[in-house]
Structures are given as C-alpha cells and as structure tokens.
C-alpha cells in the first residue's frame, strides 16, 4: 500500500511541474513582409525575412498583436493561441505619406571593411528611432543598407543579444551616410 502512495504522490507532483500555460504559434503573413510583429506588446520579430514567413512561439490564449512597419500605418487585432497549432494572421498595411527630401542615411557598421553582406546576419533586434519601431539590425547592416532620414539630430536605441542595449543621439546630415560602430559583447 505505501508503494502505491509513493507512487500516486510522485505522479501528482510530477503532474504539478507541468507548466500550467502551453504555447502555440503565430505566423503573420502580408504586405510588407518585413514588418516587424509584436504581441501583447513585445516584439517578437519580422514577420518574413528573405520572402520566408517567420513562425513564433507564445504562450496559449488570447492576445493582441500588432503589426508595424515605419512607412506604413499600424495594424493591431486579436487572436487566439491554441496549443500545439498555429495561428495564421493576414494583413496588408495601409501606406503613410512618404517624407521629403533632402535625406541623409543611417546604418550600422562592424568595425570590419565594407561588404554588402551583414556582419549582424541573422539578428532581427528592433531599432528604434525617437522610441518609433524602424526596422531592425541586421537590416541596416551593410554598405548597400540603411535608412534615408531627414537631416535633424535622433534618438537611435535597440537592445541586441549580440551587441548588448544602445541609446545615442545621432545627427544625420543631408548627402552623408552616418555610420554607428557595431561592438560585439
């Protein structure tokens, strides 16, 4: 009979262990593909990258999950996660008026000689411009990449699993190309 205990008693807290809150997928899947996607306002990621939409893992239940891209207007809706399956959102966003020249452009460097390939490959950290979502790294990343913007002095900000949080203030001049020194931690 105690072995029967032991036993009933091991099951239940084996059972106890179980995280109580399974987790499903999302797949965001429209136009443009490298929107970037959050939920219940975390960022997760781009929704495509190289045309290849992106699957996250989150936590079963309903969400809200928001879709933005800096030339286009935001798109919120909710969903509903279910465990083990995932959930396909579509959208197509809404273009905003495009600025006006004159631009300068923004892009990370890697301390290395300039190639047209990343050397942040792969890291879809959220670069954020005066606390606006602007894309994300390894996006900015190479001498052909980067971002036009408006001469005038910016907050840049992202925190990165490969190069660690940054915050500067960063002046784009018209013509010119600002580059920010990418560090590996």
């Known amino acids: 009979m105690r072995l029967c205990t032991n036993l009933v008693l091991t099951l239940l807290l084996a059972a106890a262990a179980v995280p109580a809150q399974e987790t499903g997928r999302i797949k965001a899947?429209?136009?443009?593909?490298n929107a970037g996607v959050w939920v219940n306002g975390k960022y997760l990621g781009p929704a495509a990258r190289f045309?290849?939409?992106?699957?996250?893992?989150?936590?079963?239940?309903?969400?809200?999950v928001m879709i933005r891209e800096p030339r286009y207007e935001d798109f919120t809706t909710k969903a509903t996660i279910r465990p083990g399956k995932t959930t396909k959102l579509k959208y197509h966003l809404?273009?905003?008026e495009p600025a006006k020249?004159?631009?300068g452009r923004l892009r990370f460097g890697g301390g290395e000689p300039e190639s047209y390939i990343s050397v942040a490959a792969g890291d879809t950290s959220a670069v954020f411009i005066n606390g606006k979502f602007y894309g994300y790294i390894d996006e900015l990343n190479n001498a052909g990449g980067g971002l036009l913007l408006?001469?005038?002095t910016y907050?840049?900000?992202f925190d990165s699993p490969l190069f660690g949080a940054f915050?500067?203030?960063?002046?784009i001049e018209a013509?010119?190309?600002?580059?920010?020194?990418?560090?590996r931690r």
Request: aromatic share 4%; proline share 11%.
């Open 101 to 103: 020249p004159p631009f």
């Open 175 to 183: 013509n010119k190309v600002t580059i920010i020194p990418l560090k």
């Open 51 to 64: 045309t290849v939409a992106e699957k996250y893992d989150v936590a079963a239940g309903d969400v809200e």
């Open 155 to 157: 907050e840049v900000s």
């Open 167 to 171: 915050k500067q203030n960063v002046t």
């Open 150 to 152: 408006n001469p005038g």
């Open 94 to 96: 809404k273009k905003v």
């Open 29 to 33: 899947v429209g136009k443009p593909g």
